[in-house]
C-alpha cells in the first residue's frame, strides 16, 4: 500500500497527516505557517520525504450545494503547484463539513483556546486522509 499524505490547506495555518503504511489509519503530524505557497510546499516535501509519502491528498472545500468557489480555485492551483514540485500524484479530495466535525471533536474533548487552533487543523487533515482512504476501500 501506497503512505499518503493528507492536507488541509490554509493561507494561514495548513494542517497536514499521513497514513499508516497500510492505508488504514490516518494520524495527524501538525499544523504548519509558512510565508507564501513556495515555503509552505517545502515544508510538506520535507515532511513527506520523512514518512516516505507516495501521494498527496488536499482537502477541496466545495460550497454545500457542490459547487466550486474562490476558495477552491485556490486550493486547486496549490494542489497543481504542489504536484509539479513533488512529482507525485495529487489527489482532490471533497472537505465539505470537515472543519464542523473538526470543532465537534474539540468540544467533545473540551480542547480550548490556542490548544485548538493548533490541533483544529491537524485534525480537518487527519479527517480529509481517512475519509479518502474509506472511500477507496469501499470503491466510491
Not at 65 to 83: C, I, R, S
Amino acid at each position: 500500500m501506497k503512505r499518503l499524505m493528507g492536507i488541509d490547506y490554509g493561507e494561514v495555518r495548513t494542517g497536514l497527516a499521513v497514513s499508516d503504511e497500510l492505508g488504514i489509519l490516518a494520524s495527524g503530524i501538525g499544523t504548519f505557517r509558512a510565508k507564501g505557497r513556495g515555503e509552505l510546499i517545502r515544508i510538506i516535501l520535507e515532511k513527506a520525504e520523512s514518512y516516505r509519502v507516495e501521494e498527496f491528498v488536499v482537502g477541496y472545500p466545495l460550497h454545500m450545494n457542490g459547487t466550486a468557489g474562490e476558495k477552491a480555485e485556490k486550493v486547486k492551483e496549490f494542489a497543481e503547484a504542489l504536484g509539479e514540485k513533488a512529482g507525485k500524484p495529487v489527489h482532490l479530495f471533497d472537505e465539505r463539513c470537515t472543519t464542523m466535525v473538526a470543532h465537534s471533536i474539540m468540544n467533545l474533548t473540551d480542547t480550548r483556546g490556542k490548544k485548538r487552533k493548533a490541533a483544529v487543523d491537524t485534525l480537518a487533515a487527519e479527517i480529509i486522509l481517512q475519509n479518502y482512504m474509506d472511500a477507496a476501500r469501499k470503491g466510491s
